[in-house]
């Protein structure tokens, strides 16, 4: 008997999060031109606030190096403003500007309706898929 990859859990949740993934990506790079770390740093930053670097990588599941280019770039870009910590010098922080809230504002609304329409595709089951997902991402290592 030969291994199925195609009925493997972690196969198929992947090949899903990687298409819905693609598919909201397609908004957000059609609205304000961002990649998948950029929006991953602004929509962190949007619900937590000023916080440091390796916060953001211990929280959006990106490399280290990938969140600083991703930084650097919405700083560029006037979206995020990058201070030190007061207290460990080797800290960088990262918080939003007037125009990242702004913006924040703008892709929140479009992240609200294509959740919806996700909800919607996915009908009667999306409340075990959601009881289903807290489950599996609320376990720890084994």
Request: aromatic fraction near 4%; charge should be neutral; charged fraction near 25%.
């Amino acid at each position: 008997m030969s291994f199925d990859l195609d009925g493997f859990l972690p196969y198929r949740l992947n090949v899903a999060a990687t298409q819905v993934s693609r598919r909201f990506a397609a908004l957000y790079a059609a609205e304000a031109g961002l990649t998948v770390p950029e929006w991953r740093v602004l929509a962190h930053l949007d619900h937590s606030g000023a916080v440091s670097v390796r916060d953001i990588h211990a929280r959006v599941n990106l490399d280290k190096s990938m969140v600083s280019r991703a930084a650097t770039r919405l700083q560029e870009a006037g979206l995020v403003r990058k201070s030190g910590n007061e207290t460990d010098r080797r800290l960088v922080v990262l918080e939003l500007t007037d125009e990242g809230r702004a913006l924040m504002a703008r892709l929140g609304q479009i992240a609200a309706g294509f959740q919806a329409e996700l909800l919607a595709e996915l009908g009667d089951d999306a409340a075990a898929l959601d009881r289903a997902l807290t489950r599996l991402s609320t376990r720890g290592p084994a």
